[in-house]
């Protein structure tokens, strides 16, 4: 399963925080989430910030998995894709891409704890928000 970043700040002024979020290279789009709005307080606005497929291997969300818990995931899962009739040659390949978004590394696209503390002084600062919230 991919990991996205979102943001949850309390403004209504999307076009200020694309702003700022394009100064540190990432997206502010603006999304519902009906699961995570149950927790917010009004006034508050979540905004995708990833601008790429996903924000796998950020820094704000480390993978905790060994090699074998990889490679026990993976079997469980080819045997799963085995059993809706997919072919062993389709399954090898699933597997490897699998194996090469697992093994990609951390901090891509500019990712850091240097850049999200930026992102939230920038925020804190631009919009005068007395919170700023990421949720991966």
Same mark, same amino acid.
């Given at each position: #399963?991919?990991?996205?970043? +979102?943001?949850?700040? $309390?403004?209504?002024?999307?076009?200020?925080?694309?702003?700022? #979020?394009?100064?540190? %290279?990432?997206?502010?789009?603006? &999304?519902?989430?009906? $699961?995570?709005?149950?927790? #917010?307080?009004?006034?508050?606005?979540?905004?995708?910030?990833?601008?790429?497929?996903? *924000?796998?291997?950020?820094?704000?969300?480390?993978?905790?998995?060994?090699? /074998?818990? +990889?490679?026990?995931?993976?079997?469980?899962?080819?045997?799963?894709?085995?059993?809706?009739? @997919? $072919?062993?040659?389709? &399954?090898?390949?699933?597997?490897? *891409?699998?194996?090469?978004?697992?093994?990609?590394? $951390? %901090?891509? /696209?500019?990712?850091?704890?240097?850049? @999200?503390?930026?992102?939230?002084?920038?925020?804190?600062? +631009?919009?005068?928000?007395?919170?700023?919230?990421?949720?991966?």
């Amino acid at each position: #399963m991919c990991h996205f970043v +979102t943001l949850v700040v $309390s403004t209504d002024d999307a076009a200020a925080v694309e702003a700022v #979020m394009a100064r540190h %290279g990432r997206a502010a789009e603006p &999304i519902d989430n009906p $699961s995570v709005a149950k927790a #917010m307080i009004p006034g508050e606005r979540q905004f995708l910030t990833t601008r790429g497929h996903c *924000d796998c291997g950020t820094v704000l969300a480390r993978r905790c998995e060994t090699a /074998d818990d +990889t490679e026990a995931r993976l079997a469980k899962e080819a045997a799963r894709l085995a059993r809706k009739g @997919w $072919s062993p040659t389709k &399954i090898a390949r699933a597997r490897d *891409d699998r194996r090469r978004a697992a093994d990609r590394p $951390s %901090g891509q /696209d500019g990712d850091s704890l240097e850049l @999200w503390t930026a992102v939230i002084r920038d925020l804190r600062e +631009t919009l005068g928000a007395p919170h700023v919230g990421l949720l991966v």
